[in-house]
């Protein structure tokens, strides 16, 4: 086996203290899920919901993050951002997602415009004097966009999210995820706290070992790591190729063949040189992608063939291919740190023929594309769905759902102490560092 050096970890934003103890405390304990109610969650940009699914006035989506819940909603304005609590006596008033004129109360029937104005009270006269419309309307949050994704803060006084991002938004943006179409929505229940499943997807530590289908797809002990402002993180994973610790196999992967017949490359050339693939594909896809229907004009040659990986303080994963996109989030419980819900939306582009057009091309892609197609339901279910494999989010996600309860389970032996992190795990440092800053912990 190969020793492979990882590449030196960028750092753009150096966390604000050293690095500390990542304890078990954190992940099982009730105080500090109740401190991170009041003192993470109010100071951070997080992701709430999809632009797709917000697009029209009256659109709307309910999300609960801890024991707060929070609708976003499409408005004549674009996106707005409220408490999902009614002003009345305080019942929610809408879940899941959906279409309305009215967001309506369901307890005694309150109504609020999209944008949370309180416009009807069933019996007005019942109240003395008449309900001050304006002040029980619905409390109002900052939200704001990043191509496809709609963040939402609790705080007046963070930067805009962009600003806030520290770069990764400009990464992230050449990708056009809002141009992509939602194939996937799930959610599961995990048994697990929400910053164990989220610290599973900072690190490539654990792939070789538990998801072996990945030394066939791409270079992890090579990948770059890098480190920016505010606890975000990124990892750029070479792709198209097989990992370097491994013997190089003579004739391309199952993977590399279907990329390179996807875009008329013939695997039969690259026997005894599969590592030509990766450099062939980036042309291939530069110099087809066009007629194939697809748009790669703001994205580099890498990005053509490799993976990016951004982790988003607190607690969303965006993984960037040029074809599909996969985003990620972890929500806690409301009150049981042994417990979250983690969420997953899947992404694809589409072939278009208006590209090929554009480039003055005949167009070769596929033509069943159904663009009509509705959005895909809201999937929900348990860890025990998964683990007995009644259900899936993926090969890859589904190993490391295995794994997650036994995780989770060790952090409350006697026998536990504190994680020891290798090089390659420095996002887990650096996300914990910016954590307990945030939480004014050190
Ligand atoms: S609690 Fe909403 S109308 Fe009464
Ligand atoms: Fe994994």
Redesign the pocket.
Known sequence: MAVVQPRPTIVHGPAPVPAGEITAERYVSSDWLADEADRLWPEVWFFACLVGDVATPGDFVAVEIGRESIIVTGTDDGVAAMFNVCQHRGARIAKGHGHTEMLTCPYHGWRYRPDGRLVVVPENQLFPGGVDRARCSLPRLRAEVVGAMVFVTMSDELPPVREWLGGVAERIEPYHVERMRLIGDQTVHLDCNWKAVFD??GELY??EH??PQHQELFDCPTAQVELFANGHTGVVIEGHTVNSRMDIPTMPTVYQKMSLERFGGDPAEYEGRILDVRGDIQKLKRDRGAAYGYDYSEMSDERLSDIEQYNLFPNTMITVLPDDVLIARARPHPSDPNRCLWDKFTLVRDPDPAVAAAAGVPYEGRTDVDRDRPRPEHDEFTHEDVIAGRKTMAM??D??IHYIRDIQAGMHSRGFNHAVLNVEEARIQHYHDWLDHTMGVR
């Open positions: 599973n997807f654990h792939v538990i998801h890859t996600i190993q490391d």
